[in-house]
């Protein structure tokens, strides 16, 4: 999803457009959206992304377009309670944050972003987004391997603790907004079947990075997966021996027998960010008692 608004925001940017970057950096309570969702705003509305859509969405449209007008940042914050709810027409009953951050096609950092961001992209690293939310434009990115790229000013100390969460970072000195956008990580999805058929083109499409294992050649054929960046024959039993998992991977199991799922999820037994079986109950129940009995070997 990222790469995807990135490539369309570099574009703009090129065609000497200027744009505004809304982004929610905090919410409270029941909201369409949470902190990190974003949108590109440019002079003929939205052009990508979304805050959760309805009349706050509609609202922060306009809001965008006037700071388009004035080329300053600003941030606002919309109630959804019964009070507001004559003003903007919904009652989530919670708070949302929204910063605009005003994007200047003739500021050189915002190109050298976009660009740096399509570079780490390609390449599938870690990084993050960093917006300073007292300075007009701040923004830069940080990633292991390039450093930190970009004009906000960023303590040591928030760097060395940045996560997988959008977080806000508000003291006496700075008051910043991170969010990884970038992620060397793969979905490793175990068994070909008709569910994994379906669930791969989805994950794809919000950019997910996506292996198919399976036992039955018939169910790797690459045909079935075009999403996928790679699909493998494996043995189920000796899954160490086809990929190693880190802890920026992510697990699907969802093999076509109980005896396969278990061996998919003890091969699984990593920090990794997520992990999922498609399953009943008993199933469930079944597959932790024998994890824990591999586990405690």
Not at 70 to 99: A, P, Q
Not at 131 to 136: K, P, Y
Not at 188 to 201: A, N, T
Request: glycine fraction near 8%; proline fraction near 3%; hydrophobic fraction near 35%.
């Amino acid at each position: 999803m990222y790469e995807n608004f990135i490539s369309d925001h570099t574009t703009r940017i090129q065609k000497e457009n200027d744009l505004v970057l809304a982004s929610i950096v905090a919410s409270s309570g029941s909201t369409p959206r949470g902190a990190g969702s974003r949108m590109l705003v440019g002079k003929k509305g939205r052009v990508a992304g979304t805050i959760g859509g309805g009349s706050v969405e509609h609202r922060a449209e306009l809001m965008a377009l006037d700071i388009l007008e004035k080329k300053e940042s600003c941030e606002h914050e919309f109630r959804l309670n019964r009070k507001d709810v004559e003003n903007i027409g919904m009652i989530c009953g919670g708070d949302v944050t929204v910063f605009f951050q005003y994007l200047d096609h003739n500021d050189p950092i915002i190109m050298e972003l976009a660009v740096t961001a399509e570079t780490l992209y390609k390449e599938r690293k870690d990084f993050w987004l960093i917006c300073d939310l007292h300075a007009t434009s701040g923004m830069s990115l940080y990633s292991a391997s390039y450093g930190l790229t970009g004009n906000a000013d960023v303590p040591s100390s928030i760097l060395s603790s940045l996560s997988a969460r959008p977080c806000r970072h508000r003291n006496e000195t700075c008051d910043l907004f991170t969010e990884q956008i970038g992620t060397s990580g793969t979905v490793y999805v175990f068994g070909g079947g008709h569910v994994s058929q379906k669930l791969v083109p989805i994950l794809a499409s919000v950019d997910f990075h996506c292996i198919v294992l399976d036992d039955r050649p018939e169910f790797t054929d690459p045909a079935l997966f075009p999403d996928a960046a790679e699909t493998i024959l494996c043995d189920f039993d000796h899954l160490d021996q086809s990929i190693s998992i880190t802890d920026a991977d992510y697990c699907c199991v969802m093999t076509r027998g109980h005896a396969y799922d278990c061996a998919g999820t003890t091969s699984c037994h990593t920090c990794m960010l997520y992990r999922r079986h498609w399953k009943s109950r008993q199933k469930s129940w079944c597959i932790s008692s024998s994890r824990r009995r591999v586990w405690n070997r």
